[in-house]
């Protein structure tokens, strides 16, 4: 593993997306990380990404990133969370990777406009400005909204509202509600 220290959750994605690229699993980096990359820069501690894999075949890849010297701990979510599971990844610095699968609303399509970012030597796949957006305001928290009108106020004119308001929907009507209001504070 490539992290010497805490503080290194980073690095720690590197080496868990070498293990994903191993067993060919489509990913795409959300969170603080992608942020970053569309405007948001803000403080984590630990790194977060969505995989696209069926929950039935967690146990698998737990079991192979416990190979890889990784900490894991699997987590389901109940029939009300949006997210059905995540397998969070650790190492003996406490940093800290969380790898989600099946975010409700999120469609297939959002690993292909994933854009790929150098980073360390090495490129991530980071989610989408339009994904990135959509899937904050779905988010709904304070924190969740403030980054996606960092985002569309600092991207105004690249962003594709068509596709962001039909990704808003996917998420349901309230999520489209508060793409709306948030677009309207932005003059977007």
Do not use: C, W
């Amino acid at each position: 593993m490539r992290t010497k220290q805490p503080g290194e959750s980073a690095l720690l994605l590197l080496d868990a997306v070498a293990v994903l690229s191993a067993e060919g699993i489509e990913y795409a980096v959300v969170g603080a990380m992608a942020g970053s990359v569309h405007g948001v820069v803000r403080a984590s501690l630990d790194a977060d990404a969505i995989m696209s894999l069926a929950t039935q075949k967690l146990r698998d890849l737990q079991k192979r990133f416990t190979a890889a010297d990784f900490e894991t701990e699997l987590r389901y979510g109940d029939a009300d969370d949006p997210i059905a599971a995540m397998l969070v990844l650790t190492d003996r610095h406490e940093n800290r990777v969380d790898l989600l699968v099946g975010l409700r609303g999120l469609e297939f399509a959002a690993f292909a406009r994933a854009v790929d970012v150098p980073f360390q030597g090495e490129t991530l796949r980071v989610i989408g400005r339009e994904d990135f957006i959509a899937m904050k305001v779905f988010a709904g928290g304070p924190q969740d909204l403030s980054d996606a009108r960092h985002v569309i106020e600092a991207a105004s004119d690249q962003i594709d509202l068509a596709l962001l308001r039909r990704l808003a929907e996917k998420y349901g009507r309230q999520t489209a509600l508060s793409l709306e209001v948030l677009l309207s504070k932005t003059g977007s």
